[in-house]
Nanobody, 121 residues
Framework: EQLVVSGGGLGQAGGSLRLSCAASERAYSTYALGWLRQAPGKERELVASIARTYDQAYYADSVKGRFTISRDDAKKTVLLQMNNLKPEDTATYYC???????????????WGQGTQVTVSP
């Protein structure tokens, strides 16, 4: 399975950034997908995920109301729109499969490189 992330970069507090996760056909048709992030010295955190076969998404309390996750079935891509950014959103973001029935439970393993998001005050 292949998950390729893009987007991210440098943003300002209150601004917006968008991340994209392009999945192989097998990965996209097999897994619900989500976004994990890891800041230096902190544990990896699942910030958002979206179901594959039903209309539901999960958001961590820290991003609820600011981040939106969506799927583009035609492009086999999962997007994370990040609005009203905060400096505490600074982290490396990873695209990661999650359990379809338990959207806040990511699958273990390494699923690809992440992308750095840095938010300045």
């Amino acid at each position: 399975e292949q998950l390729v992330v893009s987007g991210g970069g440098l943003g300002q507090a209150g601004g917006s950034l968008r991340l994209s996760c392009a999945a192989s056909e097998r990965a996209y048709s097999t897994y619900a997908l989500g976004w994990l992030r890891q800041a230096p010295g902190k544990e990896r955190e699942l910030v958002a995920s979206i179901a594959r076969t039903y209309d539901q998404a999960y958001y961590a309390d820290s991003v609820k109301g600011r981040f939106t996750i969506s799927r583009d079935d035609a492009k086999k891509t999962v997007l994370l729109q990040m609005n009203n950014l905060k400096p505490e959103d600074t982290a490396t973001y990873y695209c990661n499969p999650v359990y379809e029935a338990v959207l806040n439970h990511p699958l273990a393993g390494s699923w690809g490189q992440g992308t750095q998001v840095t938010v300045s005050p």
